[in-house]
C-alpha cells in the first residue's frame, strides 16, 4: 500500500504569515495528489486537486506543487478563516486511497 | 444543489451491525464511483470504502476488509455500507463522499457524516 507522509503534524503561525505544509508519498502517485481543508465540525473541503489545480471558489493564496514524490501545499498570506487541518490524499492506487496524518494550523 | 445526506449512525455493542445510507441529490448519481470515509474521534480521515458507478467494483481498506459491504441502488440514489462484527475501533464519524467529474480523483462533495460508537 502506498503510505503518506505529512510534516509537520502541527504549526503555530500568524495572519499573514506563508504556511508551507508537505506530503511525501511512499512511492510515485504521479500528479494524483489532493489537499483537503477541515474544519472543526465540518466536513473537509477539497483545495487543490491533481498536485497543482485549484478547485473553484478556493482562494488564490492556497496553491500546490510537486516535486517527485514530494508534495507542498502553500497558503500564500494566512488569513484568520485558514485555521484548520489541512490532509493531504493520494489516489494513485486506483482501488486504495489514503491520507496524510493532517496537519493543524493554529494561531501564533 | 448536491446534496449527501447520510443516516443510520447508533450506538451498537462489539460485534454487532448496523447499515448505514447515504442519500444523494443534485446530481446524476450513478455516473459518479462513490466512498466511504470515517474519522474517529479527535483523529485524522480514513478512506474506508469505494464502489464503481454501476456497483461492478468495490474495493476496501484493510482495517475493515471482510467485515463490511459497500452497495448502492441507483434507482434510489442511495449508498450503503453495512457493517458486521463492529469493533471498538470503528468507533467514528462516517462521511460518505463523491468523486469529482470526469474521472475526477478527487472528492468534491462530502455529506455531514453520520456517528457511529461502537461501545458495551
Known amino acids: 500500500d502506498i503510505q503518506m507522509t505529512q510534516s509537520p503534524s502541527s504549526l503555530s503561525a500568524s495572519v499573514g504569515d506563508r504556511v508551507t505544509i508537505t506530503c511525501r508519498a511512499s512511492q510515485s502517485i504521479s500528479s494524483y495528489l489532493n489537499w483537503y481543508q477541515q474544519k472543526p465540525g465540518k466536513a473537509p473541503r477539497l483545495l487543490i486537486y491533481?498536485?497543482?489545480g485549484l478547485q473553484s471558489g478556493v482562494p488564490s493564496r492556497f496553491s500546490g506543487s510537486e516535486s517527485g514524490t514530494d508534495f507542498t501545499l502553500t497558503i500564500r498570506s494566512l488569513q484568520p478563516e485558514d485555521f484548520a487541518t489541512y490532509y493531504c490524499?493520494?489516489?494513485?492506487?486506483?482501488?486504495?486511497?489514503?491520507f496524510g496524518q493532517g496537519t493543524k494550523v493554529e494561531i501564533k | 444543489e448536491v446534496q449527501l445526506v447520510e443516516s443510520g449512525g447508533v450506538v451498537v455493542q462489539p460485534g454487532g451491525s448496523l447499515r448505514l445510507s447515504c442519500a444523494a441529490s443534485?446530481?446524476?448519481?450513478?455516473?459518479?464511483?462513490m466512498h466511504w470515509v470515517r474519522q474517529a474521534p479527535g483523529k485524522g480521515l480514513e478512506w474506508v470504502s469505494l464502489?464503481?458507478?454501476?456497483?461492478?467494483?468495490?474495493s476496501y481498506a484493510d482495517s475493515v476488509k471482510g467485515r463490511f459491504t459497500i452497495s448502492r441502488d441507483n434507482s434510489k440514489n442511495s449508498l450503503y455500507l453495512q457493517m458486521n462484527g463492529l469493533k471498538t475501533d470503528d468507533t467514528a464519524l462516517y462521511y460518505c463522499?463523491?468523486?469529482?467529474?470526469?474521472?475526477?480523483?478527487?472528492?468534491?462533495?462530502w455529506g455531514q457524516g453520520t456517528l457511529v460508537t461502537v461501545s458495551s
Open positions: 491533481a498536485a497543482s
Open positions: 490524499q493520494q489516489t494513485y492506487s486506483t482501488l486504495t486511497w489514503t
Open positions: 463522499a463523491k468523486e469529482g467529474p470526469n474521472s475526477g480523483f478527487y472528492y468534491d462533495y
Open positions: 464502489i464503481t458507478w454501476d456497483g461492478g467494483s468495490t
Open positions: 443534485g446530481f446524476t448519481f450513478d455516473d459518479f464511483s
